[in-house]
């Protein structure tokens, strides 16, 4: 019972992904119910979990794999709640992409690979060792890789060469740090508080320099300054990639990493000694900052998205950067609001390409009347994103602004403050121009009494809507002990007192 | 006491099978290797099984008159290795050579030759016949890489020749020193009897430079590229997973046993810097290649150099000697079945394209899906990533490193693995293009792309067994310079 | 000028390392593939010469057989060798009318 539930979450999607890259491209029915039955028997099995561990069970899944370094999987608080986004998340970017891709070519191809980006996400997620933690992060990079560079064309390539420069580099960068660590520590099992053996093993300079190192190497995929050059270019992919990585999968694995990392390999106290925060959080502000103003430039709409995106994975890193609980709470609530608001922004973003083969924000004027379900979606996201309650990102920036406070960085609270008006800015636009402003000439039904609507599908708009309303639900249930923040508090609990 | 039996068996099978197929007509000669292959599964199977180390003294002649064949643990590992190679290129030689008779019946019995000679070489501990072994394995690979006949072919064939005949006789003449001086052939009673001293190192040294000759490390590796890039793709994947590691698997028994006697650092710094040097320039030479099976030969120029690398840190009575010897092996397995896996796959992307350049990948991720699965998977471990053989390699290799407190050889490691990606990378894009409209495709037997899949499997995989297999060889080295058989 | 006092020995091992270098020298310089197969020869007798001259003797004096089992191998290896490379020469020379190599290494061709 213990093993399997860990090793059943990652079969559901590990032997998807094989069925289906056997299946001829015709064999739609087929490919649909394989990949469905998949995400929903993940979610089942994340729920055994989840359901386990309020019972006291523990999950634990240990092979040997290196000298020294077993195959490690565990469930505790942190990894669930990772797993449980990814999973959710991987059924609604499915049903969108099954929606999306109809009649696209190499679909086998594409949802096999798919499902292996999942097993990949869930694998960090249950990973209980650095060295599990690496086999897994390397294992993302290349399944994402096809999905790329999936429709061929040279601009896809040249993507898709950009992404693995950056992710490759990333990934040889962490190799470095885990080595070097586990050559002063030996191996590192994660857990609340950091390695015991960490305190004292000798210079802190060296260790500093390793958690540059280690920080260096997820930072690649969690798109931090200066390291998040490959992001826009990955906007090359179709919109349920661009959904699946920017809310799920590579971005928040990186940034899950640098949780990992400050919790559970350092511990928290450590960094602090180490004088290695106050470098991150700025590091993390500027990053918020750059990616906000870069947004504001962009016209098509998933490049400001991808921008935004390297602005708000930050705030996550800034959570954790800031030495407190409720700076903890902040950032870690984020991971989760974060990707929920981000996949409604690209399920968008995807609807209004697919539909109405609208690519740049200039283009979006008077769309509320056309796709209003889909455009009423991307506002409560927008506002999210913005930080404006009852939405769920008005949760994560309030615990942030606490833990700014907390930690006696007020500068932090201006750069929340700055970072929000700048949301604003690139996002209030869009919303009145699609809700208020006339649509352009020549587009059928363009007297302002009886606009034509063209509404997306519903496989594209039933994920939409879905995500939307998690938005808002988040948000206005933050205070129960089930939500994203009720756990997070947990977790948060644990982190400071191991 | 059967057992006995067993260790010749392993070099006498293969014999027998050569002269077998080499008689019989071709309608008798398939199935003929089945049987072999069979045999020699069940053969390996069974001196694995056997747990103790085996030592077998051909005709009741004891050493030092007389030849031993011992079968310690890193032997049965490298047999079982071999048997794996072979399989997986004997199944494929069956596809590829269907339309060409003629040469099927050049390769198979060169190829049950060299099976012999690579046998005989990892049971061999006895210097003379490691020199024996090494020329039969050399002789027939020349062979095999002239096998086409094609003008190409022969001038890369007689380079090799050349280069082979060329390391022979510094080998011997490393050889009739040591000899000399001693009076004794077999290993472990060199090493006890030789003297530490200049005339013994100069010895070493010619020994080290035949045996580098050999296994094409820089700036002895121009022979390299054409064989391997020139050759019959069957033989290509042969030569790079097997021929070269004999001539490595020598080296690297000499070095257990001699380490403790001569004082070998800096020559063991100069390898790994040679090594070194390999990695970054074969990587580069691979990345300006636009044919795919050259830029897989010099994949391998760049390969061979992670295998020197582990000298840096073979000093004996150090915590990173263990290490790096597992690092020695893994890349030793990782390589072999990646590059056979390459070269296999290569084969069937090229055939079903029609011609040789990168640009007849096009499409190949559609129209061949498996075979591009296969260069991608070994792919994988060439570069590193894991949970593949390669990965756990230079997984060691870091490890000894820093055991060794040489941490610059981090960099080395990890930009070698960057590089390796570039070019590996850079063939596998051009299956993702669209294919162009007119194509002349061939038609492939699947099996081909399923036994180039099955060492691809091996290799991008196999790293999820290092623990284990560590732990079965740490007998070998634990403890060295004392333990060894 | 005094004689050199020399036993047999000492004179097979100088004469022996000449052979082996001369051997050497002209397989890496000379062009043509026969005389590269020749200097082979020349180097291998070189070297068989040093291992009987080097070859140690057993307590009354009489020299150790083993040398000349090694040095009779030794000579079967090199005369499959050179058969070989004679052959490939010859078939070489048949088909591009060359008898030496290119300098340049030869691409290698697809099958």
């Not at chain 1, 994402?144 to 580099?169: D, I, M, Q, S, W």
């Not at chain 2, 055939?351 to 792919?379: C, I, K, N, T």
Request: net charge neutral; glycine share 10%.
């Amino acid at each position: 019972m213990n093993t399997w539930l860990l090793a059943a979450t990652l079969a559901s999607s590990l032997f998807a992904g094989l069925l289906i890259f056997c299946l001829p491209e015709r064999s739609v029915r087929l490919r649909t119910t394989i990949n469905l039955a998949a995400a929903l028997l993940k979610l089942a099995c994340v729920a055994g979990m989840l359901w386990g561990t309020e019972q006291g069970q523990q999950y634990e899944l240990r092979l040997p794999f290196l000298p020294g370094n077993d195959f490690l999987l565990r469930a505790d608080t942190l990894g669930l709640l990772f797993m449980t986004l990814s999973a959710v998340l991987w059924l609604f970017t499915t049903i969108y992409a099954i929606g999306y891709l109809e009649g696209s070519p190499h679909r086998s191809r594409f949802f096999g690979f798919f499902s292996l980006c999942v097993t990949a996400t869930v694998g960090i997620a249950m990973a209980g060792n650095l060295a599990t933690f690496f086999l897994f992060y390397e294992l993302l990079t290349l399944a994402t890789y096809p999905l790329v560079v999936h429709r061929g064309t040279p601009k896809a390539l040249a993507g898709g060469a950009r992404y693995l420069a950056y992710t490759l580099g990333g990934g040889a960068l962490l190799l470095a740090g885990i080595v070097g660590l586990q050559s002063l520590v030996g191996t590192v099992e994660f857990r609340f508080g950091g390695v015991a053996a960490l305190r004292d093993a000798g210079d802190p300079i060296v260790l500093a320099a390793l958690f540059a190192l280690l920080v260096a190497g997820m930072g690649v995929k969690a798109a931090l300054f200066p390291l998040h050059g490959w992001l826009p270019h990955a906007m090359v992919a179709p919109a349920p990639v661009s959904a699946l990585l920017h809310a799920v999968a590579v971005v928040k694995a990186g940034a899950f990493g640098i949780v990992r990392l400050v919790y559970e390999v350092f511990g928290i106290e450590t960094a602090q000694s180490l004088g290695v925060l106050t470098p991150l959080a700025v590091l993390a502000a500027f990053t918020i900052l750059l990616g906000s103003f870069r947004a504001l430039a962009q016209d098509d709409l998933k490049r400001r998205l991808a921008y935004s995106t390297v602005s708000q994975v930050s705030y996550i890193v800034l959570g954790v950067a800031l030495f407190g609980p409720m700076g903890t709470i902040g950032g870690l609530v984020h991971l989760v609001h974060q990707g929920i608001m981000k996949i409604t922004l690209f399920f968008c973003a995807g609807n209004y390409a697919e539909t109405l083969g609208i690519h740049r924000v200039s283009e979006l004027a008077g769309v509320g009347r056309r796709m209003p379900w889909t455009t009423a979606a991307f506002t409560v996201a927008a506002l999210g994103m913005i930080g404006l309650p009852p939405m769920a990102g008005f949760v994560s920036k309030w615990y942030l602004g606490l833990g700014a406070l907390e930690a006696d960085m007020g500068w932090v609270l201006a750069v929340l403050l700055l970072s929000s008006l700048l949301n604003a800015a690139y996002f209030l636009p869009i919303l009145h121009s699609a809700w208020f402003d006339p649509l352009p000439d020549g587009q059928p039904g363009t007297t302002t009494t009886a606009p034509v609507r063209n509404e997306a599908s519903p496989a594209l708009l039933g994920p939409t809507l879905a995500a939307a309303t998690l938005v808002l639900a988040f948000g206005l249930l933050a205070g129960t002990a089930w939500s994203p923040l009720g756990w997070v508090e947990r977790i948060a609990s644990e982190a400071y007192s191991p | 006491m059967t057992e006995v039996f067993l260790l010749p068996l392993a070099v006498l099978l293969p014999l027998l099978m050569a002269c077998c197929v080499h008689v019989s007509a071709d309608r008798f000669a398939r199935p003929l290797q089945w049987v072999g292959a069979l045999g020699m599964a069940t053969l390996v199977l069974a001196l694995v099984a056997h747990d103790a180390p085996m030592r077998t003294v051909l005709g009741g002649w004891e050493a030092p008159l007389g030849i031993e064949l011992v079968a310690d643990r890193l032997a049965k590992t490298l047999l079982v290795f071999t048997l794996l190679v072979y399989a997986a290129v004997l199944l494929y030689a069956e596809g590829y050579f269907a339309q060409s008779p003629i040469e099927a019946r050049r390769f198979r019995p060169l190829a049950w030759l060299l099976w012999a000679a690579c046998n005989a070489a990892f049971l061999s501990d006895d210097l003379f016949n490691l020199y024996v072994t090494l020329e039969l394995a050399g002789l027939t690979a020349v062979g095999l890489a002239a096998l086409s006949g094609h003008p190409k072919a022969l001038a890369a064939a007689l380079r090799y020749l050349l280069a082979a005949l060329l390391a022979a006789n510094l080998f011997l003449l490393g050889l009739a020193l040591l000899y000399g001086s001693t009076g004794v052939l077999s290993l472990r009673m060199l090493a006890a009897a030789v003297e530490p001293g200049t005339a013994s190192l100069l010895a070493f040294v010619l020994l080290v430079t035949a045996l580098a000759l050999k296994t094409a490390l820089l700036p002895l590796h121009t022979w390299l590229p054409p064989a391997h890039g020139g050759a019959v793709t069957p033989v290509s994947a042969l030569l790079s997973a097997l021929v070269i590691k004999v001539s490595f698997v020598i080296l690297l028994k000499l070095w257990l046993h001699f380490a403790p006697v001569l004082d070998l650092v800096v020559l063991g710094q100069g390898l790994a810097v040679m090594g070194a040097l390999a990695v970054v320039w074969g990587s580069l030479l691979a990345l300006r290649q636009q044919r795919l099976k050259m830029l897989v030969a010099y994949s391998t120029v760049a390969q061979v150099g992670y295998l020197f690398l582990p000298f840096a840190w073979l000093r004996p009575g150090t915590p990173a000697a263990a290490v790096a010897f597992d690092a020695s092996v893994l890349q030793i397995l990782g390589h072999g079945f990646a590059k056979a896996a390459m070269f296999l796959a290569a084969g069937v992307l090229l055939r079903a394209a029609g011609r040789d350049g990168l640009e007849g990948l096009q499409g190949a991720a559609s129209r061949q899906p498996l075979a591009v699965f296969a260069l991608a998977l070994a792919g994988i471990s060439l570069i590193g990533l894991p949970p593949s053989l390669g990965f756990s390699a230079k997984w060691s290799m870091l490890q000894a490193a820093l055991l060794a407190g040489q941490w610059p050889w981090v960099l080395l490691l990890l930009t070698g693995s960057l590089l390796t990606a570039a070019y590996v990378f850079r063939a596998i894009r051009y299956a993702f293009l669209p294919a162009p409209d007119v194509s002349e495709l061939r038609p492939v037997p699947a099996l081909m792309s399923y036994s180039a899949l099955l060492l691809a499997v091996l290799a991008a995989f196999g790293g999820l067994g290092t623990a284990t297999l560590a732990a079965w060889l740490e007998i070998e080295i634990a403890g060295w310079p004392e333990a060894l058989p | 000028m005094s004689a050199i006092a020399m036993d047999a020995a000492t004179l097979w091992w100088v004469l022996g390392t000449a052979l082996t270098f001369l051997g050497l020298g002209v397989m890496l310089a000379a062009p043509a593939l026969l005389r590269k197969l020749l200097a082979f020869n020349v180097m291998g007798s070189g070297v068989f010469l040093v291992l009987l001259a080097l070859r140690p003797r057993g307590p009354d004096g009489v020299a150790d057989p083993i040398a000349q089992a090694l040095v009779l191998t030794g000579i079967v290896i090199a005369i499959a060798s050179t058969a070989l490379g004679l052959m490939l020469a010859r078939r070489y020379h048949l088909a591009t009318g060359r008898d030496s190599l290119p300098e340049d290494a030869p691409e290698g061709t697809d099958d």
